[in-house]
């Protein structure tokens, strides 16, 4: 017997399908300068394989197609692994190398063990199929959706950590955080989390199959498909190798990061007054989207020697730096009357913003006032005295 809503549902699955196929072939075509993308495509092209198996299972039957039955049901394990190769290639610039096959190893098991299945004839894997759609899963299926559960929790936590930390890096690199901070992601990343909540409370109410299983189904799709999507609009993060190790700058207030390698102080304290003088005399920070990588090479040091000098000298990191330039640059000019006829976005255009709503917020979180709050500030009058 259909259950009441199937027809939905498999329409969801044909169309998820369908797009999800369509998004793959884009994310793989388009991975080119964009590494973490082939991940996301992979993560996307099973996904839909999976959810295309279970279209055809459910409206032509198990009798007719049997060689369909725990095919795909590996394909959870690979999942998780999944977002998390996609997550930590984004943020830290790097392919993931041969250790990270270990990732496949959860995979690799699920296989093993559904060999039995795969391997029985058609009337036993119409069987099994039956069993799971009216009945729920037997003891090893439910078992084998613990240990799911379990580790998407964990890749889940780990995705989100990467995220997290990801923030405080791109501020040591970066003076502007359009496109870098990947606040989307973290958002999604909670959303998923919302929707492992939910099947964990399906679980142990036991009704991880028929409609319930379908309705998790639909709310991964629409996750994985909003990931997908703004994957295709996120440029790379680090489009230059990142710098190898050099000796970190120290001083006698240093933090012990800085602490196993020293530089006297004579010299920090050079690179730090030759920093704040081309500053001052260049004023590279009016130029949009400067880097650390740019402005060392500018001072002829190396990014690594320059971000502890602007850590430990200057007690800020670059991006904090490079915009309270930008916004005493921008007071300058909201002070100056020959500027009064610029509006409050030439102004931050001049300073070196990409964008309005992008200095609004810098400015009011430094000053505590709006731009234009700045402009029309009442000022203080010449004593006549």
Same mark, same amino acid.
């Given at each position: ?84 190769? $996609? ?170 990061? $800085? ?25 590279? $920070? ?32 670059? $991006? ?66």
């Amino acid at each position: 017997m259909v259950n009441a809503g199937s027809g939905v549902i498999d329409i969801m699955l044909l169309l998820g399908t369908l797009h999800g196929l369509a998004l793959a072939a884009a994310l793989l075509l388009r991975a080119q300068g964009r590494r973490a993308n082939r991940w996301l495509g992979l993560l996307i092209l099973f996904f839909a394989l999976d959810m295309g198996s279970l279209w055809l299972l459910r409206t032509q039957g198990p009798e007719r197609l049997p060689h369909l039955v725990g095919l795909s049901d590996p394909f959870v394990y690979l999942y998780s692994p999944l977002v998390y190769l $996609y997550v930590r290639t984004l943020v830290r610039g790097r392919s993931p190398g041969r250790r990270d096959l270990v990732h496949s190893l959860p995979a690799l098991a699920a296989l093993a063990a559904a060999l039995p299945l795969l391997t029985s004839d058609g009337a036993h894997k119409a069987a099994h199929w039956s069993q799971a759609c009216e009945h729920g899963p037997a003891d090893g299926a439910t078992m084998a959706s613990f240990l799911a559960l379990s580790l998407s929790l964990l890749y889940l936590l780990a995705s989100h950590r990467l995220v997290r930390g990801h923030r405080a890096a791109v501020r040591e690199r970066f003076s502007d955080l359009q496109h870098r901070d990947l606040n989307w992601l973290r958002l999604l990343l909670l959303a998923v989390l919302a929707m492992w909540s939910v099947s964990v409370v399906l679980f142990l109410a036991g009704a991880m199959h028929g409609q319930h299983g379908g309705l998790i189904f639909s709310l991964v799709t629409v996750f994985l498909y909003g990931v997908g999507f703004m994957a295709l609009r996120q440029p790379e993060l680090f489009t230059e190798p990142a710098p190898p190790p050099e000796p970190a700058i120290a001083t006698a207030e240093s933090e012990p990061r $800085y602490s196993k390698a020293r530089l006297e102080d004579a010299l920090a304290d050079a690179i730090r007054r030759r920093l704040e003088e081309h500053l001052d005399r260049a004023r590279p $920070y009016r130029r949009p989207g400067l880097t650390l990588q740019e402005l060392a090479d500018e001072l002829d040091v190396s990014p690594h020697v320059l971000s502890q000098v602007i850590n430990v000298q200057m007690g800020r990191n670059f $991006y904090d730096l490079i915009n309270e330039r930008r916004v005493a640059e921008a007071c300058r000019r909201l002070d100056d009357p020959a500027h009064s006829h610029l509006t409050v976005l030439a102004v931050a255009m001049d300073a070196g913003f990409r964008s309005k709503s992008t200095f609004n917020a810098i400015f009011k979180k430094t000053l505590g006032l709006t731009p234009t709050q700045y402009r029309e500030r009442p000022r203080p009058t010449a004593s006549g005295s």
